[in-house]
């Protein structure tokens, strides 16, 4: 029973409890059970289409869900439940539960029209309202850890696609979030860039940080990530240390994308 | 690779050699410009000729009234109702373009039945319909609405607080500027609503998941970035708002340079020379205008790649 499994102070991070989602008449997600532990690395792999981006985003309520419920830190996203009845957020909320699950993009979406710095100061002085000083104080440390100090004075369209997505790790991770997710980080990056910034993300996982990582990089999800998940058609079909699943899958389905990619 | 066509290869790199001579060719002549030059050049010379000789230019009558008061106070009525009324319209035309986009859809309706009216209306009506406003209410009353109604039932004469006179709110320049702004704000909020619509949605996504308001977003990611496309067609807009101030005349609002410059000739029975002063003010300022918008243009657009372009002018520096 749903009401049941609130998770309110237990160590899972992220409870996704039977989520549907449809655009319109498409069913895209058709069942979403997926549970995330503090800390853990999930590392998310399956087909085009199969619903990864769209489960990504309704963690971070991007995307409304049309069925199921999710948790994340012990809150239900989007929604009030009182009474048996679900009341929506209001936008203010639903930006508040935001501000503590940091989303790193494909295309790594940098405000163009912003130095390194602006990207990476401006949401904890928008929205935080931090003080210039210690916004600006937190971001050089943040470059300074994605090894892109000397950068702080450019601007998103002189650096590489690389460089661009390590700014996109540290704009999120200056919200000081406790859940981080990323879309495909590397997807879009020319194949020798695609090193510096699974470097990054392998340090935050050694941090400590809590992540679901949808990646096609088999060999970062086999080293870093604590779990792996295999998403078709618009469920998990399979789920579990990322060697059980990679070497021996259990699901006809699995072993078909894997010998595919592999 | 051996090529048995061209120089060798030993030839073409020959130490020594250093780079090639430069070439050094016969051009193609193009006789057919300069027939089309000189043709030109005499119907130039013509009209020169034209312009010293006819007596219906009055030179010297054109360039003492150009000048003279009334017209210098018009040239001014005429600047600062082309300012007011874009900077109403620019803000306007920004809050009709956020209603229309903004998802709800009471506001949504009502922005669109903004745009719809004030752009079906041609300026010249609204001017002569802001001019009789007065017709519809010859007082404002500031009050609680159906007074009249409900009032007298709790023993009240009238539930209003403040009233004016529509002639003192609704002074002729007031109402000129009123039918200009909102007629430009509805063109000006399909300019806004195109511009930000032009800001890649994923803007909008970063910025909401890092824990942005809608209005925090607008304000910081995607206006800023849509001024990119909204700026130029603005200019454009100046542009054309400067030649409709002369419908004001309409309102009637008779201090407008275009008004002052027709009195002059109709009082003096030399109607041609004013109408010059007419286009040469018209252009003067136009040109003045046009500067302004190729700086801030070209400001816009100064060697940045896609993304970015022409961001330089708002870009947000952060501050210590
Ligand atoms: N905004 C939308 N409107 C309508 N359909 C959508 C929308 N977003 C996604 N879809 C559809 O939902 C399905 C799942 O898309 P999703 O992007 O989640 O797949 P994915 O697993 O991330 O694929 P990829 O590996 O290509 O990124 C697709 O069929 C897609 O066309
Ligand atoms: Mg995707």
Redesign the interface.
């Given at each position: 029973m749903v009401a049941e499994n609130i998770p309110e102070a237990d160590d899972r991070m992220v409870v996704a409890d039977n989520i549907h989602k449809h655009y319109g008449r498409l069913h895209v997600l058709r069942g979403v059970d997926l549970e995330v532990r503090r800390g853990e690395v999930c590392c998310v792999i399956g087909p085009s289409g199969s619903g990864k981006s769209t489960f990504l985003r309704c963690v971070?309520h991007?995307e409304k869900i049309s069925a199921g419920r999710l948790w994340v830190n012990g809150q239900l996203m989007g929604y009030r439940e009182k009474n048996g009845r679900l009341y929506e957020l209001r936008?203010?909320e639903v930006?508040?539960q935001?501000?503590?699950?940091?989303?790193v993009?494909q295309?790594f979406?940098?405000?163009?029209?912003?130095?390194v710095?602006?990207n990476v100061?401006?949401?904890p002085v928008?929205?935080k309202r931090m003080p210039?000083?210690e916004a600006?104080e937190i971001?050089m440390g943040l470059l300074e850890r994605v090894g892109l100090a000397d950068k702080?004075g450019a601007?998103?369209?002189q650096l590489s696609g690389g460089q661009q997505q390590r700014v996109?790790i540290a704009?999120?991770l200056a919200?000081n979030p406790s859940l981080m997710l990323f879309d495909e980080p590397t997807s879009a990056l020319d194949p020798e860039l695609v090193g510096e910034v699974l470097d990054v993300m392998r340090d935050l996982a050694e941090g400590g940080m809590t992540m679901i990582v949808v990646t096609h990089e088999m060999g970062f999800a086999r080293e870093v990530g604590d779990t792996l998940v295999f998403m078709d058609g618009g469920v998990v079909v399979e789920r579990g240390a990322p060697r059980d699943v990679l070497d021996s899958p259990q699901h006809e389905r699995t072993r078909a994308f894997l010998s595919k990619v592999l | 690779m051996d090529t048995q066509t061209g120089p060798s290869r030993a030839e073409a790199s020959s130490p020594g050699t250093g780079s090639p001579e430069f070439i050094k060719a016969v051009p193609v002549r193009h006789p057919g410009r300069w027939v089309a030059a000189g043709v030109l050049l005499v119907f130039a010379a013509m009209f020169a000729h034209m312009l010293v000789t006819n007596e219906a230019f009055n030179w010297p009558f054109m360039v003492e009234n150009m000048f003279s008061e009334p017209v210098l106070l018009g040239v001014r009525t005429t600047l600062v109702l082309t300012l007011l009324a874009m900077l109403i319209g620019v803000v306007v035309g920004i809050a009709v373009a956020v209603m229309r986009l903004s998802g709800n859809p009471v506001l949504a309706g009502v922005g669109w039945l903004y745009t719809w009216f004030f752009r079906a209306v041609p300026r010249l009506v609204l001017c002569v319909l802001f001019g009789n406003l007065g017709v519809l209410y010859n007082r404002i009353d500031l009050g609680l609405p159906f007074d009249h109604y409900w009032a007298p039932l709790l023993g009240l004469e009238s539930a209003r607080f403040y009233s004016f006179d529509t002639r003192d709110l609704l002074t002729p320049f007031v109402a000129a500027l009123l039918a200009l702004a909102l007629s430009e704000g509805a063109y000006m909020a399909e300019i806004v609503r195109a511009g930000l619509q032009s800001v890649?949605p994923?803007?909008t996504?970063?910025?909401?998941?890092?824990?942005?308001?809608?209005s925090?977003v607008l304000r910081?990611?995607t206006l800023?970035?849509a001024l990119r496309v909204i700026v130029p067609p603005t200019g454009n807009e100046a542009t054309a708002m400067l030649k409709d101030t002369s419908l004001v005349a309409y309102v009637p609002l008779t201090t407008e340079l275009w008004f002052q410059l027709q009195a002059i000739g109709n009082r003096t029975y030399d109607p041609f020379p004013m109408l010059v002063a007419a286009c040469l003010w018209y252009l003067a300022i136009t040109s003045v205008f046009m500067v302004g918008q190729y700086l801030l243009e070209r400001s816009f657009a100064r060697g940045?790649?896609r993304?970015?372009a022409g961001?330089r002018l708002?870009?947000?520096?952060?501050?210590?």
């Open positions: 971070n991007l936008e203010s930006a508040a935001r501000r503590d699950i940091g989303m993009f295309r979406n940098l405000f163009p029209h912003m130095s710095l602006a100061t401006e949401a928008q929205v210039r000083a600006r971001a702080a601007y998103p369209e996109a704009r999120a919200m | 890649d994923g803007q996504e970063a910025a909401q998941a890092l824990g942005m308001r809608r925090t910081r990611i800023p970035q940045d790649r993304a970015g961001l708002l870009r947000v520096q952060a501050r210590n």
